[in-house]
């Protein structure tokens, strides 16, 4: 089997192994599939303090799957970029939320931001039925959580 074409990649500020952990306990068929780590600091100036860190790691959430690395604080995670979780029912928005949501500020219109400030949309496989009357878009945009009955409520 070949590669994907496209391939989600994660810039981690020190912390891609824990997040690839975290994320592979939090979403089913989840593994890490492989671990570089950054070389001896002795080696090359450019390493200092990156011993022992993620060069390269390759993880699969879902089947979908995703490179990271270590590479210090130069960037940050922003709302700009977003991964979509297409869950089956409220209780599997309930679970995703609970698990990925870590900054309540940023919480809108079913947008959490977790721990290593990387946005998740968590909401229902059918958004698009949930969608379709004025009133179902303005409930949808005051919610935090996606709440799945409410807007069927209003179809």
Known sequence: MSAPLIRP???FDGNAR??????????PESRIDRVDEYPDESLDS??????????????????????CLDGGPLFTFNESISFVVAC??????????????A???????GWCK???GVSWQIVP????????TPEQVQAMMRMKKIDIAELRSLA
Request: charged residues 30%; glycine residues 8%; contains cysteine.
């Open 125 to 132: 496989a059918e958004m698009d039925a949930l969608m379709e």
């Open 18 to 27: 824990e997040a690839m952990e975290y994320y592979c306990e939090v979403f």
């Open 46 to 67: 450019h390493f200092e303090g990156m011993s022992g860190k993620v060069i390269n790691g390759e993880f699969t959430l879902g089947g979908v799957k995703f490179g």
């Open 114 to 116: 977790d721990r290593f």
């Open 103 to 109: 900054v309540p500020e940023s919480e809108q219109c």
């Open 88 to 101: 089956r029912d409220q209780a599997e928005i309930d679970y995703y939320w609970d698990r990925l949501s």
């Open 9 to 11: 990649f994660l810039w």
